[in-house]
């Protein structure tokens, strides 16, 4: 079964950056999209970015200009650089892929804090 290990979450004062992980425990067949979601509390969970086999990248408009997305040549590896951090970032962040199945992280903490 395969196992989506994030990491990189953690409290920060607005302005500053954090760089999130996602590794995948063994290769995964026919992927398609690897991305990055958030919920905030009491929130509905949002896209924030997601990037192609084919390399190309999409993002929520509220993080386009401060966050890039980027995956390794194997994708079994995909980043999220955040930069300029608000504390309307603060939220849970999952690692989402999506191959043969479906496969969701944990989730890593963000924090943000004014």
């Known amino acids: 079964q395969v196992q989506l290990v994030e990491s990189g979450g953690g409290t920060v004062q607005a302005g500053g950056s954090l760089r999130l992980s996602c590794a995948a425990s063994?290769?995964?067949?026919?992927?398609?999209?690897m991305g990055w979601y958030r919920q905030a509390p009491e929130k509905q969970r949002e896209l924030v970015a997601t990037?192609?086999?084919?390399?190309?990248?999409n993002y929520a408009d509220s993080v386009k200009g401060r966050f890039a997305i980027f995956r390794n040549s194997a994708m079994n590896t995909v980043w999220l650089q955040m930069n300029n951090l608000k504390p309307e970032d603060t939220a849970v962040y999952y690692c989402?892929?999506?191959?043969?199945?479906?496969?969701w992280g944990q989730g890593t903490q963000v924090t943000v804090s004014s």
């Open positions: 990037i192609t086999r084919g390399g190309s990248t």
């Open positions: 989402d892929i999506k191959g043969e199945w479906d496969y």
């Open positions: 063994r290769s995964i067949s026919f992927i398609n999209t």
